[in-house]
């Protein structure tokens, strides 16, 4: 997948998805339990654009590069490729970009009594409440996770 780089901060990097990149993937019209279609041609049903797979709001969506592990119970690891949809209203164990000031995180949202928390899904990490304090905002929900299986 090719990406164009935006920005780096401490704990992210930012990209653009290139269309270009997701585009005309084969894809088989039959589901295989942990094994492989056969390469037959007559399997094949269609090419999968995966741009219009994972991206359902274009304007709205762009992609950030995880670093660290504090989501790596979430299936998220340092080096992942994130897709996130700032078009989304995030909901109760939505998985979000957020920004507590001034500082890029991603975490699970937990609203519980009128409380607020963004939640690691590593133990060796606390959650954070968040206050009226705080410069608080989030930037969009995340709605994939790219990652290499190996």
Known sequence: MNLKHLKNTDTLEFFAIDEQSLSSIPLFSDSVQAGFPSPAEDHMDMDLNLNDYLVHNPSAT??????GESMKDAGIKSGDIMIVDKSLEPKNRSIVLAVIDGEFTVKRVNLNDNELYLIPENSN??????????????????????????
């Open 62 to 67: 762009f992609c950030v590069k995880a670093i």
């Open 125 to 150: 990490f606390s959650p954070i409440k968040i206050t009226q304090e705080m410069d608080f905002q989030v930037w969009g929900v995340v709605t994939y996770v790219i990652h290499k299986t190996v």
